[in-house]
Every structure is written in C-alpha cells, then in structure tokens.
C-alpha cells in the first residue's frame, strides 16, 4: 500500500491516486497491556476517482493498510 501524507499525516494521495476528501479520521488503541499493543490511525477518504476507501497506519510497525478500497 503506497501512501503519500501531508505534513499533519494525512493521505494526500493512495496507490498514487489524489485524495480528495478526509471524510473522517479516527484512532484505535487497544489491548495496551499485552505484547501485542494495537495503535492504529484510520481514515475514510474519497479518492479523485470518486472512488472510497477506508486506510490505517499502523502506529507499531509504521506501515499502511487498506480496510476497504
């Protein structure tokens, strides 16, 4: 998953489609007390093409994921 984010991380652009829209961003940390913590930055977003997707960064490993697209 290619994600280009602006200075505030926030997806600009995904797999090298422009984001035109942050329709709602949201965080989930979880399970904080156990070897394997969740911290994920998740954003719904609508691309150029008109086109929804749901993306999260991974706040442990610092990698991206697609939810939906």
Do not use: K
Not at 15 to 36: F, G, I, S
């Amino acid at each position: 998953m290619l994600v280009e984010t602006h200075v505030d991380g926030s997806p600009r652009s995904v797999n090298r489609q422009q984001v035109a829209l942050v329709r709602e961003e949201w965080r989930v940390v979880d399970r904080w007390w156990t070897e394997q913590p969740v911290d994920r930055r998740y954003f719904d977003v609508v691309l150029a093409t008109g086109e929804n997707a749901v993306v999260f960064l991974d706040g442990e490993a610092q990698i991206w994921f697609s939810q939906r697209a």
